[in-house]
């Protein structure tokens, strides 16, 4: 999302609800989740390595960064997850991978959330809510190639592979949907 775009879509928007999850702007509560989330090797598997709790610890702020498309995911009042569709500013882009003037749609579960379906609940709640707001955009996502479940969820969404890259030391996937279609 543009600078412009950002002004004229109201943040945080309410709460996206679904079946079982809430989609919700970060809060003061969610430090600690938002620590075990970027600490945890299992979810830095397939993002170059996991933070050091101490390090996390050290940076992440007691109130959790606001900003336009940052979603936590929350089932049962507790933090599970996160989920980001936006459209990354230069100074927050990585260095590698190709580059994009797409939105994208990132996510990342805590493991005890893995294989319940709540990220494919969450993705789809999240594009809906975004073919309304930008309608017409077009999303991207990246995954590791070696992230199978990264990989089907993308198929499942209706992402299709539009190239394939190195990084991280591991061969990466970057898949396109476009546009965002508006809900029925």
């Not at 079946?19 to 600490?39: C, G, Q, W, Y």
């Not at 979603?71 to 100074?91: A, Q, S």
Request: aromatic share 8%; net charge negative; glycine share 8%.
């Amino acid at each position: 999302m543009t600078e412009t775009e950002q002004e004229r879509v109201s943040w945080p928007p309410a709460p996206i609800r679904t079946e079982r999850l809430v989609l919700r702007a970060p809060e003061t509560r969610d430090r600690a989740a938002f620590i075990d989330l970027f600490s945890s090797p299992e979810v830095g598997t397939y993002l170059g390595g996991a933070r050091s709790r101490e390090a996390c610890e050290r940076t992440v702020p007691e109130t959790p960064e606001r900003r336009p498309g940052l979603f936590v995911i929350e089932r049962d009042g507790t933090m599970i997850g996160t989920l980001e569709l936006n459209r990354r500013p230069p100074e927050l882009r990585s260095d590698t991978g190709p580059k994009t003037e797409e939105d994208e749609l990132g996510y990342l579960l805590l493991p005890e959330a893995w294989g319940h379906g709540y990220a494919a609940e969450a993705c789809a709640a999240a594009l809906a809510w975004y073919a309304v707001t930008r309608p017409g955009a077009s999303v991207v996502l990246h995954t590791q190639t070696a992230n199978a479940r990264s990989m089907r969820l993308a198929s499942k969404l209706g992402f299709t592979e539009v190239q394939r890259y190195e990084a991280w030391g591991a061969p990466q996937w970057m898949g396109r949907m476009s546009p965002v279609a508006p809900p029925a």
